[in-house]
């Protein structure tokens, strides 16, 4: 899939390697770069629509690193992209993640589509379904919003399902860094249920092709 064109800040797809660092081609960072690239699930993606706190951006780049997540797409309709490389929550993550950028729901929507996802919506609305619901082994993109207004109307009304999380106290939801782990996290716990991540999801050109990349890292 690819977003709609440049670079992020200015574009869409954005390999982030490190400049002037030597790469390190150890025999164990080798392995770990196997262990963990066997581990991905391309069939799980993350859309931030306007998230604007780099605190709250980072953490969510950090759980998508946690549970295999390989692309977060930054659909920002409204706030200006965020300089993803400055966040410092998220400077050992923002490398091994590729990020597309969309400024337009419907195009955004349209690519996932494309690519078989389901794409759930995170709202408290009466239509919404708890995220514990849905089978999150399918391949299943799930959308996050704002930290103040949540996700627009049109996220809402053009995804296929609502979700959220449910609250057994007095506040009515969680910050979008807590809200995205937790759907995130339930996603890994089906996966893991299901073996998701013994059977490697990635193509053995893809595998070859990350790996040379990641190396350079």
Not at 46 to 62: K, M, S
Not at 115 to 135: H, M
Request: aromatic fraction near 6%; charge should be neutral.
């Amino acid at each position: 899939m690819r977003g709609e064109g440049g670079t992020l800040g200015s574009g869409s797809y954005v390999s982030l390697a490190v400049e002037n660092v030597p790469y390190d081609r150890s025999a164990e960072r080798q392995s770990r770069i196997g262990s963990t690239l066997a581990r991905r699930q391309p069939g799980l993606v993350v859309v931030l629509e306007n998230v604007h706190d780099p605190h709250n951006i980072g953490a969510i780049l950090r759980s998508c690193d946690a549970v295999g997540v390989m692309r977060v797409l930054m659909l920002y309709t409204i706030e200006e992209p965020p300089n993803i490389k400055a966040t410092p929550s998220a400077s050992g993550v923002v490398k091994w993640l590729e990020f597309e950028r969309f400024t337009s729901v419907k195009n955004c929507y349209e690519s996932l589509r494309g690519d078989g996802f389901q794409i759930l919506a995170t709202k408290i609305e009466p239509a919404a379904r708890t995220i514990f619901s849905f089978d999150l082994t399918r391949p299943t993109a799930i959308v996050v919003g704002n930290e103040h207004r949540g996700i627009s109307d049109e996220a809402a009304a053009h995804a296929d399902h609502l979700v959220y999380i449910p609250m057994m106290g007095m506040a009515e939801s969680v910050n979008v860094s807590v809200a995205s782990a937790i759907c995130l996290f339930e996603a890994m716990r089906q996966r893991l249920s299901k073996g998701m991540y013994d059977a490697v999801q990635l193509t053995q050109e893809q595998l070859s092709n990350f790996n040379a990349e990641w190396s350079r890292k």
